[in-house]
């Protein structure tokens, strides 16, 4: 991986891990603080908009500078490429994981929640709060797999 690819692999790290961590330590929190289900919709689709545009941004850079990054490997390693499948396996396999748990939060639930607010289509409380609920819990699982694919990354690099 060129330097300026790895500088643009790490800034997506950074974009995605920054919004989550804001996502679900500041947004969600202070979000779930609004008693009134429509205002508190209101904030959620202001919020959620760029959230949605940064990460699923930032996962999209991810995989296009990554898989750039493999394809110098080959170039640079040949056969000896083969010996490195594992641990790219295991790097793989984390942002799989990571692009479902992403997109589901910002598909799944985020964008939805965004639509209904644009429609104007009628409150439902308890929905509402069970998709901040899913929203969160995800968000921390996304967190935690983030983190671990970096741990991986940084093996990788080495
Ligand atoms: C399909 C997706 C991805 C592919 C193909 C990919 C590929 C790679 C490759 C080949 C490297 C080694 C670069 C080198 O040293 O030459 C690397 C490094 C790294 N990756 Fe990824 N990656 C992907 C997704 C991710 C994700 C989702 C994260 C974190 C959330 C991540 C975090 C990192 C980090 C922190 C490094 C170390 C960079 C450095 O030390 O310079 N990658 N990745």
Redo the contacts with the bound molecule.
Sequence with gaps: ?DAFT?WI??L??AT??GATLDLAFVFLPAVGAIDDPTLQRRVLARGLKPYNLLTVGA?GV??I???S??T??KAQFGADYGRLVWR?VG??T???L??QVGTYISFGLAHRLVRAELGQLPVEPEKQAGMIRRMQGAAWLALA??AW??W???G???
């Design positions: 991986m790895r692999h790490l997506a790290v995605y891990i996962l991810l995989v500078s990554g898989a990054g493999l110098d490997w790219l790097k793989l984390l942002s799989f990571l692009i797999l983030s694919t970096v991986v990354g940084l990788l690099s080495r």
